[in-house]
């Protein structure tokens, strides 16, 4: 049962930021690691000698080192990122107070971390992508240098692209008083006020290690975008002694700026925690205030306006840089994107690193935030260990806590292309239910959805207890909208698009699926995945389908694994908009001129440096959102070509001669009708349709109009002069993966 209307008016925040200050204090833990690659037996030790071992900063990815093994899986990048890793590194703790906490604060671990404080093991992880606290306190030395160990074990862990290996993300030493905020314990629900001032309602989450029972007063106090202060107010709670207890509080903000793709306001809370008048810890945390909904008929509206989400996935490695976090690399690609039209993010298929969040609410960008990948199968679980309940409450929660303030999140994943099959402990209603359930006892103003890419799981109840769901290419929507007409639906992945910068081959292809016999894609942008479709495709679905939110193109730029088409030859995806090293493809300007149109956008490919070319034809394609454009050559027009106008095209044969088939009416399929086909009547295979031509003809292509829903398809293109001998030009097998988008025209 889905608790969620089918309009969903929602509004939502932002969370601490990776700077929040304690009175006690809290540390980045970059520098000053040492680092071993493999098994090193005692080195949790606190007095192992580890003078031997490299110094690295952290983040860091062992793997994108090297070296490279062309015999290696291509899937996964070619790269050394199975093995184990040890990272040492020592901090020296003050005499404390009485009571003081130390945690370690870990963004993320690839993979299954066990955490050792001064010999001792404090903590470990089992999810490479989520963030995690360590309590060392048990541990540690006041007065005293410790030791932080950890070992990194990635040999376990199963990954259909580069995961990268090691402390990838941020670790922040924390220190605390006895009496402190928990962690991500600020939660803010911001509603903008529609005839009068926004409401922002503050949940504290105080955590008592005092031994004694406690009051505290929370004090919070707003500032605007400017920075000034535009409401304050504080509340008292009573606490039991080792126990915690949550407050809340809620503020008029008058004349609130609201947070929009446009103009991305955020607010300041900072939150005082006082006992007996002292000042226990303070922090900040970063808000906003809007309004979306999701809705089945007119996608996605912000602050009371449609608006058209053109979005991109991308995964979270940084292409030279690895998996290795880096905020500048990670805001230089938002910047690319956002250049290019990009207004809407999903981080497929994980969640990503914090200051990834943080960015996309400085530049207005909206976020589709996802736990899993395909859980059914491992979500990096080694042999479905532990059970999938357990671990995707544990993930599922640490991921809403840490990203509840974030303005930018409109939507919470819990899943991508989960299968149906049961004995791949694969994807039933009740799973579905239990994640979306547990997304909603933490929040409960966001959607939740999942992207499906299987159209028949939509019969029985599949998703049922989603809010929203997301489709994966080919029109794959249009079975889930005629089963739930009353439910939202966005593209969640689109195009899968394949080219290489700078390569192109005159020969254009027949099919998308026609590839360069290098190991290049021709930047003619005509190719894409089996089970995809180009972007023209996809923009006139976008036009056609105004019910649809709108789409996230696979991808913004090139990633390491995922080789698609030449797995085996290849070390980084070709899906890419933008390359691994941060150029644009000529498919950049191809989007720019839809989905900017308040700027101009002309793009002529490709170059012109070919002297083997000299005296033939050169393909020549333009990108602009202009009306027309025209072709100079040496100064010479080559023709005009305008929007809406379509060029003249060679002769339709078939409607000129007489068909017969094996069964059925033959005239069906040649009578120049859309709307109508011949079908075959029959269960066999061997069914044929032909057509007379009733004179020699020179045919320059074959145009087939499949109707192949639901199903796979193979036929054969026979020629003969005399009816008795015939000659196989073309012979396509069975397609590898089924259609659902209806009819599919394949031209040879």
Not at 320 to 330: E, T, Y
Not at 560 to 581: C, K, M, N, W
Request: glycine share 8%.
């Amino acid at each position: 049962m889905n608790p969620f209307p089918i309009r969903i008016a929602l509004a939502a925040v932002l969370l601490m930021t990776a700077t929040a200050v304690t009175a006690a204090g809290s540390r980045v833990l970059g520098e000053g690691w040492r680092f071993h690659l493999g098994e090193a037996t005692g080195a949790a030790a606190t007095a192992y000698d580890d003078t031997s071992w490299r110094t690295v900063r952290v983040p860091h990815d062992w793997a994108i080192e090297g070296p490279f093994d062309a015999t290696a899986d291509g899937g996964t990048g070619k790269l050394p990122w199975q093995n184990q890793g040890w990272y040492r590194r020592s901090f020296a703790l003050p005499e404390g107070r009485p009571g003081q906490r130390v945690y370690l604060d870990f963004d993320g671990v690839m993979a299954f971390p066990k955490v050792y404080v001064n010999g001792q093991l404090a903590g470990e992880w089992d999810y490479g992508y989520t963030s995690f606290r360590v309590d060392a306190t048990p541990y540690v030395e006041w007065g005293a240098e410790n030791v932080i160990a950890v070992h990194v074990d990635t040999g376990r862990w199963g990954s259909r692209w580069y995961p990268g290996a090691g402390l990838y993300r941020k670790v922040v030493l924390q220190v605390t008083e006895a009496i402190h905020v928990a962690q991500w314990g600020v939660q803010v629900v911001a509603e903008p006020g529609n005839e009068g001032p926004a409401t922002a309602t503050v949940q504290t989450t105080v955590e008592n290690h005092s031994g004694e029972a406690a009051d505290v007063t929370v004090r919070h106090e707003f500032a605007g975008p400017s920075g000034s202060a535009v409401a304050t107010g504080l509340h008292t709670l009573h606490l039991r002694a080792g126990r915690r207890g949550t407050g809340e509080l809620k503020l008029d903000v008058p004349d609130a700026l609201l947070w929009d793709i446009e103009h991305p306001h955020l607010y300041t809370l900072t939150t005082t925690l006082l006992r007996d008048g002292a000042a226990l810890e303070q922090q900040e945390t970063r808000f906003g205030f809007r309004s979306f909904e999701f809705t089945a008929d007119d996608g996605f509206h912000l602050n009371g306006r449609r608006v058209q989400l053109y979005g991109v996935n991308l995964h979270h490695d940084l292409g030279p840089l690895g998996g290795a976090f880096n905020r500048r690399a990670a805001q230089r690609q938002l910047e690319i994107m956002q250049e290019m039209g990009v207004n809407a993010l999903r981080t497929a298929h994980n969640p990503p690193a914090p200051e990834v969040l943080d960015l996309a609410d400085e530049m207005g960008l909206v976020v589709w935030d996802e736990v899993f990948d395909k859980y059914a199968w491992t979500a990096g679980r080694p042999d479905l260990e532990p059970p999938l309940e357990d671990f995707s409450r544990r993930h599922i929660e640490a991921t809403v806590r840490r990203d509840f303030n974030h303005p930018s999140i409109v939507v919470w994943s819990t899943g991508n292309e989960v299968w149906i099959e049961e004995e791949l402990e694969g994807i039933n209603p009740e799973r579905v239910a239990m994640m979306a359930d547990m997304v909603r006892e933490l929040d409960l103003s966001r959607p939740v959805a999942q992207a499906g890419h299987i159209p028949p799981s939509v019969n029985g109840k599949n998703w049922a207890a989603l809010d929203l769901m997301g489709w994966n290419y080919g029109r794959r929507y249009m079975n889930y909208r005629a089963q739930y007409p009353d439910r939202p639906i966005i593209y969640s992945e689109s195009a899968s698009t394949f080219s290489t910068r700078g390569y192109y081959d005159p020969d254009l292809p027949a099919r998308d699926t026609d590839y360069s016999a290098a190991y290049q894609i021709s930047s003619y942008d005509l190719n894409a995945a089996a089970w995809s479709d180009i972007p023209d495709f996809e923009f006139k679905l976008m036009e056609q389908d105004d019910y649809v939110a709108g789409e996230f193109v696979w991808t913004g730029f090139d990633y390491l694994g995922e080789p698609t088409p030449h797995a085996d030859q290849a070390r980084s995806s070709y899906f890419g908009i933008v390359d691994l090293a941060g150029f644009p493809k000529d498919r950049y300007w191809l989007y720019r001129s839809h989905w900017r149109p308040d700027e101009t956008t002309v793009h002529l490919l490709p170059h012109w440096n070919w002297p083997n070319r000299v005296g033939q034809n050169v393909p020549v394609f333009v990108y602009t959102n202009g009306d027309s454009a025209e072709l100079f050559l040496t100064g010479e027009s080559l023709g005009v070509r305008r929007k809406g106008e379509v060029p003249e095209r060679v002769p339709n044969l078939a409607l000129e001669g007489a068909t017969t088939a094996s069964s059925g009416d033959a005239a069906a399929a040649a009578d120049g009708d859309p709307q109508s086909a011949w079908r075959h009547e029959g269960e066999t295979a061997d069914a044929w349709w032909r057509i007379d031509l009733g004179a020699p003809q020179t045919v320059a292509q074959f145009s087939l109009d499949l109707l192949t829903k639901d199903n796979n398809y193979a036929y054969v293109i026979e020629a003969s002069a005399d009816g008795s001998e015939w000659v196989a030009l073309v012979d396509h097998p069975t397609n590898r993966i089924p259609r659902w988008s209806g009819p599919t025209r394949i031209i040879h």
